[in-house]
């Protein structure tokens, strides 16, 4: 028997072999999977990179979106681009950190001063040198997506780190996740996002954490009625390209694909605040109650996770360093 992933490799493969014949000329199609629905605030900023890209290089270049999932979970599109029957992935830092360590920044809690010093790492050589880091591992970051602060949500106020202990909290499969819900005296439950909705529901974890969007858009508001702005971690969402793909390109046609994902990263600032707006605003009329703790406690928490960062990771200190001198 086959497995999922050789299945969805032949059933990829065989779909666009079928697509590349019918072209009319020789233009190069990148084939981009993600896991959110069509009207998710990163597919339309993607779909305007993919306009851009095409416009910049007069049709040579062209981006066909494989939205929802339809290619695979996040994790098995990453292996597929791998494995060359994809191009290009969305996919998120705390995914990245098990590929390339120096994204493990981006998963470190109350790294960042405020959204302001968030956005400019993204801009700045740092955010470039960790898009660039993953190059051994067979692909690379072309850009960066707003995803928000990530807070914790679950059946009662989270005010404080001791309202939860001894609380089973899903996270992502990243250490720095795993490692900052023990300081914080919650029992970390790496789990599939997709399976979350049903655990929550039945108590196989009693919490877990993400932004405003995610937490109403996949329908978590409606088994879990707190949701705590402690925003402990800005994950950022990350467009990577198999190197294989972009080294294939010219070098005009990559400085495009640049300018087009940079381009796209700007409106999605834009639609991000847009659809953490219209989300928080629908949560609440579902009887969500929004609970603003102070954060003091929380940052205390999770200190010692620094304290021991030199000598635990020295290589992480350094990008840890670098992000805290961005102005």
Partial sequence: MMTRKRVLTAVIGAALTIGASASAFAATTLKLSHNHPRDHAVHKAMDHMAKEVRKLTDGDVRI????????????????????????????????LEAFAPAYSAFNLPYLFRDKAHYSNVKES?????????????????????????????????????????????????????????KALG??????????????????????????????????????????????????????VISTKAYDGLSEENRKALKTAAMSSMELMKSLWTQSEEKERAKAEKMGVKFITPNKTAFVEAVQPMYDTLDESNPELSKVVERIKAVQ
């Fill in 64 to 95: 066909r979106i494989y939205p929802d999932a339809q290619l695979g979970t996040q994790r098995e599109s990453m292996e597929l681009m791998q494995n060359g029957a994809l191009d290009m992935v969305k996919t998120n830092a705390a995914e």
């Fill in 186 to 239: 919650g029992s970390p439950t790496p789990l599939a996002y997709g399976e979350l909705y049903t655990a929550l529901q039945q108590g196989v974890v009693d919490a877990a954490e993400n932004n405003i969007p995610s937490f109403s858009l996949s329908r978590h508001s409606e088994v879990s009625k707190y949701y705590s702005l402690d925003e402990h971690t800005m994950v950022p969402d990350v467009l």
């Fill in 125 to 181: 050589a740092v955010g470039e040198d960790i898009l660039a880091s993953s190059r051994d591992s067979g692909f690379i970051g072309l850009t960066y997506y707003d995803a928000g602060a990530r807070s914790f949500y679950t059946s009662k106020p989270i005010n404080t780190p001791a309202d939860l202990k001894g609380l089973k909290i899903r996270v992502q499969p990243s250490p720095s996740a795993i490692n900052m819900v």
